[in-house]
């Protein structure tokens, strides 16, 4: 399976900014912007859904 294909979908309307999963993500990935978590490095991104299980309002789940 091509990884890049499977991301981290983000809901930026749940997303508070807390800056959790930019913390917890090992390849440093992601990234707050206008106080919402985004994901800068697509490509470093493996998916291991590290920052699923830290996000404190389940703002992340599993994208296409
Ligand atoms: S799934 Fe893992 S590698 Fe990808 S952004 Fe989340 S914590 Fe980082
Ligand atoms: S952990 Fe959740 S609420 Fe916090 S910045 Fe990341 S996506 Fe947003």
Redesign the pocket.
């Known amino acids: 399976m091509d990884a890049a294909l499977v991301l981290p979908r983000?809901?930026r309307d749940?997303?508070?900014?807390?800056?959790?999963?930019?913390d917890v993500c090992h390849v440093g990935a992601?990234v707050?912007q206008e106080l919402?978590?985004v994901i800068a490095r697509v490509a470093d991104c493996d998916y291991c859904t590290d920052?699923e299980a830290?996000?404190?309002?389940?703002?992340?789940a599993e994208g296409p």
Do not use: E, S, Y
């Not at 749940?14 to 930019?22: E, S």
């Open positions: 983000i809901d749940a997303c508070n900014g807390c800056g959790d999963c930019v992601l707050i919402k978590a920052c830290a996000c404190p309002v389940l703002a992340i």
